[in-house]
């Protein structure tokens, strides 16, 4: 069983620390500030084994350079971008095993928000960086709307239980889209009230299940009859294919 916390950064990213119960040791997903993370494993008295980074963003990676000086431990990254200390470029892999004190680990190519883009998942739980968040998912900086899409679909094939730790706390905004989408769904309705309970209260929105994902996430249902008629409608074109659907949908958003 891993114990995951979250470490806020910035105004609203989020560094991922993972441990297995039991143990101090740690991995550090995407840590964009290394003060927030110093503290945090000084504050436990943790012991870091390892940086895992999903993407090139700055925002994700800026914190490495002094982890790794104060640290010492190797930096996992995706192989296809510019990673500062990067020690194992990773591409699309099973069995990925980092210290004995963790499961191992299988990281996924997940293109489309940046080019080279991976995402990591142990033990049922993934950490997807800037390809999914709640409710939506990343902006094209660097991929295409077909890779992002083709991406989605790999993560919407995942066992449904399968939690879903994105790198922002986005989710409130990307439910006021998803609702002017779908504006008859129940579960984003509800998600909506969830939400806005978690976020009241100080709490992160996340992990979500891919469950609920794929109940409330436009960008997980470009086959549900109403988004693609409310794509249409916003496109103006008849959509014949669900990746025009997505590209369409992933347009509407930025203007939204
Ligand atoms: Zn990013």
């Known amino acids: 069983m891993l114990n995951i916390q979250a470490v806020p950064a910035f105004n609203d990213n989020y560094i991922w620390f993972i441990q297995e119960q039991n143990s101090r040791k740690l991995l550090i997903v995407d840590p964009g500030d290394p003060k927030p993370v110093i503290e945090a494993i000084e504050q436990q008295q943790l012991n870091p084994v390892a940086l895992l980074i999903t993407h090139h963003h700055s925002d994700h990676?800026?914190?490495i350079k002094e982890l790794v000086k104060h640290y010492d431990i190797p930096v996992y990254g995706p192989k296809y971008e510019a990673i500062p200390s990067l020690t194992y470029p990773l591409t699309a892999c099973d069995d990925l095993k980092i210290d004995p004190a963790f499961s191992s680990l299988t990281v996924l190519d997940v293109p489309g928000h940046t080019s080279g883009h991976i995402a990591f998942l142990i033990e049922g739980?993934?950490?997807?960086g800037d390809t999914l968040f709640g409710a939506g998912c990343g902006r094209l900086l660097g991929g295409s709307a077909e890779q992002l899409h083709h991406s989605l679909q790999l993560i919407a094939r995942l066992p449904e239980q399968t939690k879903i730790f994105c790198a922002h706390e986005y989710t409130q905004?990307?439910?006021?889209f998803a609702i002017h989408v779908e504006p008859n769904n129940a579960d984003i309705k509800q998600r909506m009230i969830d939400t806005d309970a978690l976020v009241m209260n100080g709490k992160p929105s996340l992990p979500s299940l891919l469950e609920l994902e794929l109940k409330t996430?436009?960008?997980?249902?470009?086959?549900q009859p109403e988004i693609i008629l409310a794509s249409q409608q916003f496109s103006g074109q008849q959509l014949t294919s669900s990746a025009e659907v997505f590209t369409t949908l992933r347009s509407w958003k930025d203007q939204f």
Do not use: E, M, S
């Not at 739980?125 to 997807?128: D, E, M, S, T, V």
């Not at 905004?173 to 006021?176: E, G, K, S, T, V």
């Not at 996430?217 to 086959?223: A, E, K, V």
């Open 61 to 63: 990676i800026a914190g």
């Open 125 to 128: 739980n993934l950490f997807c």
């Open 173 to 176: 905004a990307n439910l006021r």
């Open 217 to 223: 996430n436009p960008f997980l249902r470009c086959q």
